[in-house]
């Protein structure tokens, strides 16, 4: 997470949908600030962008990435980790389905498309844990 990222050195940056989540991270000393990643435009560049537990949540999931790739530097490197169709990605889309909401479970080939489709080239994906799959791209 962001406050473990600056605890190593590095310079985290939040965005947050919650105004509670967004108070949780200056709390922590790592500054962040209410947005929507679907319609946020960078002016900085940066070394890394991490999606963890984001893309699930958007309607546009191809539009967030799309403005995380466009704020990465040349050579600059995205972490994707989202649920992925599985046994446990399928319950977790009936979960919250259930609970009126509809989360986005992507098939493994899909995201990886989507994410190379971004100008990205993928070098790792892997199964983080029974529901989520990891992946890591660099900025070409």
Known sequence: NSFEIGKLGGKPFAVDASERMVREARK???????????ELKYKEKFDKALFAGSLECCENPGKALENGAGAL???GKLVVSTPVAS????????????HGWKANIFKKNELKQLVESMGLDVKSMEMANPLDCTLEAVKK
Not at 28 to 38: F, H, K, N, Q, W
Not at 87 to 98: I, N, R
């Open 87 to 98: 046994l446990f990605g399928m319950l977790f889309f009936m979960f919250h389905l259930g």
């Open 28 to 38: 922590l000393g790592v500054p962040a600030m209410l947005g929507d990643i679907e």
């Open 73 to 75: 530097k040349k050579g």
